[in-house]
């Protein structure tokens, strides 16, 4: 075993400033044992190792593959892309127990965030893990953003701000490092930077009240790393992308924001850098603009590419075109957030996040203020009926005609449902909830009136990312809609995902369906034969259409018209971003695609 955490070499590691090189780097690489190569450079001075889906079969295997990387350097950093969500690596195979930041958002209860970041990152630490690329900052303010929507706390700065903050708290108490992510902010961009280099025109003066805002609250909260975007920002730097620019890692974010942490670049090898500067070039340029620690391997996961960025490195330094100084200064960055991980795992964890916590109630619940939010059909769509986040309630507006939502009130506490509007009964909240599990989530009542009570008021233990999901829910019913009570048809209209999501981890509310309603069948539809197609295969049957940010999808639009045209009794789920007025029988907006939340909108459908 070969240990570097305090700069000092080892007897089979090369000269110095090739393991500064080395070290720098956040490769990847693939299958569900460190392959020989890995171990290898580990014992060169490689000090990082990035995880996708991949490398994970289950928490056991994941666990094993951290403690093979830990034998042969036991202050490794293990890195992985975990925001919950719609991005998961550790259950990319059956969706995430966790909702994503867009739920989160919505629910606007900080002591949920924080609890959701603690379950999350004790899970995370449980497997080896010690560095999470995560959470995103950036403030969706342009709705047809194509790689970030439901992965921003939302569109609302100071939202997106307190949240980030608490995001971070809670998965630190866990003793997993945040890299906030994506600095300066990737939230006014319509490009991919996955697959070109977007632009962001806003004048200085927005970038300051907006995109930088919620990262002036991570590095207020202490974000152990912070991640660049590859995104031009000409008020900022009018030549270089964020990622490959001194003026905006150096000058910005360490010199006038003064950040001291690691700055992490994305992935080296999206095209917004490879086809630009190519991943050699592009990445002195990060390391000579401040970036301390080079990703890659989302796409890249050889030793070859490992090969060829440490070779780039120290020629650059050879040459004179990157520093020997920044070189080691970046290295060192590096071996500091090692030695903090390290010191994290061994200090006893607190049993529930930070004492600062909002809206903790009896036995360390966290389920806080309000409940999931419903509107009327045609009523006003209140997003502000949500709970406070000091421990106090908050008011739901109103919501439907001829209706008022109820006040929430602390969950347990006993807040009244909406008056005159049967879909404004999820005002309510009926009284006697507990404490939960390990204290991270606590279990309170029925959010809606006349279910039963799902979060365990007769002592239930519930998992906070369950509650999470169900707080999310924005449901709009019609009049006449009445639970289903025999096997729908679920017709997914199924977008293209984007890369960070991938296209391997299933989302929608089939299978959460056919678990209370057996019999549930479910067909993908796509193009402008999507509503038609989807007519046929239901037949007669219930039908229950799944959507994904349907304001960008023109053809998604068209297929709910025709879907609604000739079965109005159609169910609407919008697991997107909801831009879109809600319509259908039934229309719940989950904010957020993952399984959780696919099992919170299947009980509303099915009335449980």
């Known amino acids: 075993m070969t240990t570097f955490a305090s700069g000092t070499t080892a007897s089979n590691s090369k000269d110095g400033l090739t393991r500064d090189a080395l070290t720098v780097l956040q490769p990847g690489f693939t299958g569900t044992t460190a392959p020989d190569w890995l171990l290898r450079r580990l014992g060169e001075g490689l000090a990082s190792v990035g995880l996708f889906g991949r490398n994970i079969a289950s928490p056991d295997q994941l666990a094993a593959l951290t403690a093979q990387l830990r034998v042969e350097r036991d202050d490794v950093l293990v890195a992985i892309d975990e925001e919950g969500g719609d991005v998961t690596r550790l259950e990319v195979r059956t969706g995430s127990s966790f909702p994503g930041n867009h739920a989160l958002g919505a629910v606007d209860d900080v002591a949920l965030t924080e609890a959701v970041a603690l379950e999350l990152g004790r899970r995370l630490a449980a497997c080896g893990v010690n560095l999470n690329w995560a959470p995103s900052a950036d403030v969706n303010s342009n709705p047809a953003n194509p790689v970030i929507g439901v992965r921003s706390f939302g569109a609302d700065t100071d939202l997106v701000a307190r949240h980030t903050a608490a995001y971070v708290t809670g998965l630190q108490a866990a003793g997993v490092a945040a890299c906030t992510k994506h600095f300066p902010g990737h939230g006014d961009t319509a490009v991919d930077s996955h697959h070109a280099l977007p632009r962001i025109d806003a004048d200085l003066s927005v970038l300051q009240s907006r995109e930088l805002v919620p990262f002036r609250a991570a590095i207020a909260a202490g974000s152990r790393a912070v991640m660049s975007a590859h995104i031009l920002v000409p008020a900022l730097d009018p030549d270089r992308p964020a990622t490959l620019s001194r003026r905006i890692l150096t000058g910005l974010l360490r010199e006038e924001l003064g950040y001291d942490g690691l700055i992490v670049t994305d992935g080296m090898e999206m095209q917004a850098i490879a086809a630009t500067y190519g991943i050699e070039r592009g990445s002195v340029l990060a390391i000579a603009a401040g970036a301390d620690a080079i990703c890659v391997g989302g796409g890249l996961a050889d030793d070859d590419t490992v090969r060829r960025l440490r070779d780039a490195l120290v020629s650059a330094v050879r040459a004179g075109e990157l520093p020997e100084e920044r070189l080691a200064d970046a290295a060192n960055r590096v071996r500091a957030l090692a030695e903090w991980t390290a010191a994290a795992a061994a200090t006893p964890k607190a049993s529930q996040a930070g004492s600062g916590s909002a809206a903790v109630v009896t036995g360390g619940s ?104 169900r707080r999310a829910l924005t449901v709009t019913r019609s009049a006449s809609y009445t639970p289903l009570t025999e096997a729908p048809y679920v017709a997914a209209l199924t977008p293209v995902a984007n890369i960070a999501v991938g296209d391997e981890t299933p989302w929608g509310v089939a299978a959460e369906l056919a678990r209370l309603l057996p019999g549930t069948e479910t067909g993908s539809f796509t193009g402008e034969d999507a509503g038609s197609s989807a007519l046929a295969a239901a037949g007669a049957r219930p039908l229950v259409a799944v959507v994904r940010d349907e304001h960008r999808h023109p053809w998604m639009a068209t297929a709910l018209d025709t879907l609604l045209a000739s079965r109005p009794d159609t169910v609407v789920v919008e697991m997107g971003v909801p831009q879109s007025v809600p319509r259908g029988a039934l229309h719940v907006a989950t904010h957020g695609a993952a399984r959780v939340c696919g099992r919170a909108a299947a009980e509303v459908i099915a009335g449980e």
């Open 366 to 469: 966290v389920i806080g203020s309000g409940t999931q939010h419903t509107n009327g059909l045609n009523g006003s769509n209140d997003s502000n009926g949500l709970g406070g986040t000091d421990g106090t309630s908050g008011t739901g507006g109103v919501n439907a005609t001829g209706g008022t939502a109820g006040t929430g009130g602390l969950n347990g506490t006993g807040g009244t449902g909406g008056t005159d509007s049967s879909d404004s009964s999820d005002g309510a909240s009926s009284s006697g909830g507990t404490g939960g599990t390990d204290g991270t989530c606590g279990t309170g009542a029925s959010d809606r009136t006349g279910a039963p009570d799902r979060t365990g008021g007769t002592g239930e233990a519930v998992d906070v990312g369950l509650v999470a999901a």
